[in-house]
């Protein structure tokens, strides 16, 4: 049988080599766009804590790493919202806002870009409804996207191809990219690197979890318009790039 060979993602890695690309938007000196999507005056908010005062046990690095595996089965214990705070804290904190300007986060971006809006599945968090959040990375709150449409869990899960922990997890992380905050800068260079950033984000959530007597699992398989139809994302410039699942152990 004839093996397999790639037309997309080999053309995609010849198109994105340096010596393929022009000049980028911000070469052309086009305006930088914002650096994350601020919250409406209209939006419900939810303060979360300072990260500087929440009640997170320290953990041993390599402990961390030696013990981080793809988790899919948990019980039924809540989060509670320090322990959300903390997870949203090590996966996009903005720890200063620099005058470039750009964001410095606890997660590396190429460019210090940072294109991802963190977009939460709530199940079982305490003193938040059940729904669909955002994280509002640069001031530090929780901003309400959905908490009245039914069967939520469910139709995340049918998204996600029927993968059941999604439903069964206390909360799972969608990142999504606004893609012009990294094209911007890189061009098409830039979708090689809006995915790469995406995987130290999610490595950070597999290592954070371990504090909290969590686990995660990292999804990339899910029906990518489904999700942005639910999120409300144009799929063009806004879309999924990854999902992971977290719950207590
Ligand atoms: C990019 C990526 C996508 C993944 N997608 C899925 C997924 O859709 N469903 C799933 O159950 N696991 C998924 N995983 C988890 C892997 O299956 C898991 O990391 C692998 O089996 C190794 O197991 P470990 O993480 O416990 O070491 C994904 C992991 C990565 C890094």
């Known amino acids: ?81 320090d322990e959300l705070t903390f997870l949203l804290w090590t996966t996009q904190g903005v720890k200063q806002v620099i005058s470039r300007p750009a964001t410095v986060r606890t997660v590396p971006s190429a460019g210090s870009r940072h294109p991802f809006e963190t977009y939460l599945l709530v199940n079982n968090v305490q003193g938040l409804k059940p729904g669909v959040y955002r994280y509002a990375a640069i001031e530090h709150v929780l901003v309400e996207v959905d908490t009245e449409s039914d069967g939520l869990a469910d139709k995340f899960t049918a998204a996600c191809y029927g993968q059941p922990f999604v439903g069964s997890s206390a909360v799972t992380f969608i990142w999504a990219a606004d893609a012009y905050r990294t094209e911007w800068r890189y061009g098409e260079r830039g979708y090689r690197y809006m995915h790469l950033d995406a995987g130290h984000v999610c490595q950070n959530l597999y290592l954070a979890v371990e504090a909290i007597d969590a686990g995660a699992c990292g999804i990339a398989a899910f029906y990518d318009d489904t999700i942005n139809d639910l999120l409300k994302l144009d799929g063009i410039n806004d879309f999924v790039v990854y999902v992971c699942t977290v719950g207590k152990k």
Do not use: W
Request: aromatic residues 4%; proline residues 11%.
């Open 1 to 81: 049988m004839q093996r397999f060979r790639s037309v997309i993602g080999r053309n995609f890695m010849e198109a994105t080599k340096y010596k393929n690309l022009g000049d980028s938007d911000q070469v052309k000196e086009l305006p930088q766009p914002p650096l994350a999507k601020a919250p409406l005056p209209t939006d419900t908010i939810i303060t979360l804590p300072d990260p500087d005062t929440l009640d997170i046990p320290n953990i041993d690095l390599l402990k961390a790493i030696n013990e981080r595996k793809s988790m899919r089965k948990y019980t039924h214990t809540p989060l509670t919202l």
